[in-house]
């Protein structure tokens, strides 16, 4: 059976979906970087889009049901998402574009080892609060 046939592995996450307080804004931060890391456009609808790579997808809601304007990472709950990325140079032209889309790098000075020293990676934070880690192994 072909790897894109074959059913998920169990215990591997469906989706996940994250409540944003401005879907405009939210596109426009996420679309462009779930787009280059290979995702596509699952669904679409007027308050909410979805992105999905291999049989996981991403989705991003306006909900009239929101309690807050802002999510807050350091609050119970989701606190980032992390994206394996292939190599240390991809991490940093996604950071650079996640730089010139209005994302904010976390611990600039720590960069790129924030995470340890046996990986490169970046942690970003976007105009809505919500955090990205993007790691790449350091292989010797």
Same mark, same amino acid.
């Given at each position: 059976?072909?790897?894109?046939?074959?059913?998920?592995?169990?215990?591997?996450?469906?989706?996940?979906?994250?409540?944003?307080?401005?879907?405009?804004?939210?596109?426009?931060?996420?679309?462009?970087?779930?787009?280059?890391?290979?995702? +596509?456009?699952?669904?679409?609808?007027?308050?909410?889009? =979805?992105?999905?790579?291999?049989?996981?997808?991403?989705? &991003?809601?306006? =909900?009239?049901?929101?309690?807050?304007?802002?999510? @807050?990472?350091?609050?119970?709950?989701?606190?980032?998402?992390?994206?394996?990325? @292939?190599?240390?140079?991809?991490?940093?032209?996604?950071?650079?574009? $996640?730089?010139?889309?209005?994302?904010?790098?976390?611990?600039? @000075?720590?960069?790129?080892?924030?995470?340890? +020293?046996?990986?490169? $990676?970046?942690?970003?934070? =976007?105009?809505?609060? &919500?955090?990205?880690?993007?790691?790449?192994?350091?292989? $010797?």
């Amino acid at each position: 059976m072909p790897e894109d046939l074959a059913p998920p592995l169990p215990g591997t996450l469906h989706h996940v979906e994250i409540w944003v307080p401005d879907l405009d804004r939210a596109v426009a931060d996420w679309q462009w970087f779930l787009e280059d890391l290979g995702y +596509t456009l699952h669904q679409s609808w007027e308050h909410g889009r =979805s992105w999905k790579l291999g049989p996981t997808y991403l989705v &991003f809601e306006q =909900s009239p049901a929101l309690t807050a304007h802002r999510h @807050d990472r350091c609050a119970p709950g989701l606190n980032h998402l992390a994206f394996h990325i @292939d190599s240390p140079a991809r991490v940093d032209v996604l950071t650079a574009k $996640a730089l010139a889309n209005g994302w904010t790098l976390l611990f600039p @000075d720590r960069h790129p080892h924030a995470g340890g +020293t046996h990986q490169h $990676a970046a942690y970003l934070e =976007s105009r809505d609060g &919500f955090e990205i880690e993007l790691v790449a192994a350091i292989t $010797a």
